[in-house]
C-alpha cells in the first residue's frame, strides 16, 4: 500500500501528465527500444510508427496517477491489458525495464520540474502497480495452460483451409498440428499469431479476434488486408494474404480478451459491426445459434459495399436457423449491389435507425469496428438511454477513447 504522502505527490503530478502524457510516453518507447531492441519481437511496430500506442500508454498513466488513491476503480482497465500481455507473452522481468525507462522519460521531458520527490513517488507508485499486473496476469497464464486443450506460450496449428470471404478478408481455419484438443473460449475473443518472416529482423505478434463459434476443433480467424488503408501497411496482414497458404505453420498463443458475449444471459441482444470488425460479432451470432437458439439477437454490420462484405452468406444462413433479424448498410454500394438488392439501407447507422428497429429498453449491444463507427454507435446509444452495462465494444488496437 502506499502512503500518503506518496499518494498526494501522484496525485499532484495528474495536471502535468494530461499535458505531457504523451510526450513522455513516446521518449519511453524511443529509450527503451533502443536499449532493449529485443522487446520489438513483442510491440507492435505499426502501432507505435502511428503514435497509437504511445497515447493509449499515456491514457492509462494518466488514470493510474488519477485513481492511485482508489486503483480498483482502473481495474476494467488492468484486465484488459493484462489479457493482451499474457497473449503477447509479457513476462513478470520486462517490468523492471519498463519502470526504468518510464522514470527516465518523466525525469527528461519535465526537466527540474520532476524532482526526486517526484520521482520516487512514481518509483514507488510503479512498483505497486506493476505487482497488481504481474498477479493478475500470473493467473492468466496458469488458466490458460491448465484448462482442458490449453497450453503456455506459442503452439504451432497447420493452416487447414484458406478461404477468400471479399476483396479484402479472408479466413483460415487453424488446426493443431499435434492433433490433440484445443482450448475453449468465449465468443468475442481473440488469439496472437508469432510470425518471423523471411528477411524481417523482428518476430511480429499480432492480434486477431476469432469468428467462429468455439467447439469446433479449429479455430477461425478472418484477416482484413491492409493495404493503401493506413501507414504503414499492415505488414502481418499483408504476409498472411500473400504468403501464407494451406499447409503451412503458424504459432498462436491461447485466446484472450475481456470482451464477449455474456451467454448467461437470455435477453435480447444487438450485435452491430463495421468492416472487418464483424469477426467477433460472427462468432457471437454463431455461438447464440448454437446454444441459444431462441435467444432474439438483431445482427447489424455496415460496408462500403458487396466487394468486401465478409462472411454475408454465413450471416444469411445462421440467421434462417436462428431468432436473428438481419440487416446491411451500404455507404458506397456498386450499381450490382442496387441491382441485386444486396443491401438494406444506403448510408450509416444512425441514432434514429437504431430508435425505430432495436430493443433499446432490455438488449445488450455489442460493436467493434473503426473507431469513427465505434464513436458514433457509442454516442447513439448513451443518447437514447442505453446504460453503460449494457454496452459493450471492442477495438482493434491499443485502447482509445469513444467519447468526443
Known amino acids: 500500500m502506499l502512503n500518503a504522502k506518496t499518494i498526494e505527490i501522484i496525485k499532484s503530478t495528474v495536471p502535468v501528465l494530461e499535458v505531457h502524457g504523451e510526450q513522455i510516453t513516446t521518449v519511453f518507447y524511443k529509450t527503451m527500444f533502443e536499449n532493449h531492441p529485443e522487446l520489438l519481437n513483442i510491440f507492435n511496430h505499426a502501432n507505435q510508427k502511428q503514435g497509437r500506442q504511445q497515447r493509449a500508454l499515456a491514457g492509462t498513466v494518466y488514470a493510474a496517477a488519477k485513481y492511485i488513491d482508489n486503483l480498483e476503480a482502473i481495474l476494467p482497465v488492468v484486465n484488459q491489458i493484462a489479457h493482451k500481455h499474457r497473449s503477447l507473452g509479457i513476462k513478470p522481468e520486462h517490468y523492471p525495464i519498463v519502470g526504468k525507462h518510464l522514470l527516465l522519460a518523466i525525469k527528461e521531458v519535465l526537466g527540474e520540474a520532476a524532482t526526486d520527490e517526484i520521482i520516487n513517488a512514481w518509483a514507488e507508485a510503479y512498483g505497486v502497480i506493476a ?199 451500404y455507404d458506397a454500394p456498386t450499381e450490382e449491389d442496387r441491382q441485386n438488392n444486396s443491401f438494406d439501407a444506403e448510408g450509416f447507422v444512425t441514432k434514429e435507425w437504431l430508435q425505430e428497429n432495436v430493443n433499446l429498453e432490455q438488449a445488450d449491444f455489442y460493436f467493434c469496428g473503426p473507431v469513427p463507427f465505434m464513436k458514433s454507435i457509442n454516442a447513439s446509444l448513451k443518447e437514447l438511454g442505453v446504460t453503460e452495462d449494457r454496452i459493450h465494444f471492442e477495438f482493434f488496437g491499443p485502447m482509445a477513447s469513444l467519447e468526443a
Open 131 to 329: 505487482d497488481a499486473f504481474i498477479s493478475v496476469e500470473a493467473e492468466m497464464y496458469d488458466a490458460a495452460a491448465n484448462q482442458k486443450g490449453g497450453w503456455d506460450g506459442f503452439r504451432p496449428f497447420i493452416v487447414a483451409n484458406k478461404i477468400e470471404e471479399s476483396e479484402v478478408i479472408t479466413s483460415f481455419y487453424l488446426k493443431p498440428v499435434d492433433g490433440r484438443a484445443i482450448a475453449d473460449f468465449k465468443p468475442g475473443q481473440y488469439i496472437s499469431i508469432k510470425l518471423e518472416a523471411e528477411g524481417e529482423e523482428f518476430t511480429h505478434i499480432r492480434q486477431y479476434s476469432l469468428s467462429d463459434a468455439p467447439g469446433k476443433g479449429y479455430y477461425r480467424i478472418s484477416v482484413k488486408k491492409e493495404a493503401g488503408m493506413q501507414t504503414p501497411d499492415g505488414k502481418v496482414s499483408n504476409y498472411l494474404h500473400s504468403n501464407v497458404e494451406e499447409g503451412e505453420i503458424l504459432h498462436i498463443s491461447a485466446p484472450a480478451g475481456d470482451f464477449f458475449l455474456d451467454s448467461e444471459k437470455k435477453s435480447p441482444v444487438v450485435l452491430l459491426s463495421g468492416g472487418v470488425g464483424l469477426t467477433p460479432m460472427v462468432s457471437m451470432l454463431n455461438t447464440v445459434a448454437d446454444l441459444q437458439p431462441e435467444r432474439e439477437v438483431t445482427f447489424v454490420h455496415a460496408a462500403a459495399n458487396g466487394k468486401v462484405h465478409a462472411l454475408k452468406d454465413e450471416v444469411a444462413a445462421t440467421a434462417e436457423k436462428a431468432k436473428v433479424n438481419s440487416f446491411v448498410f
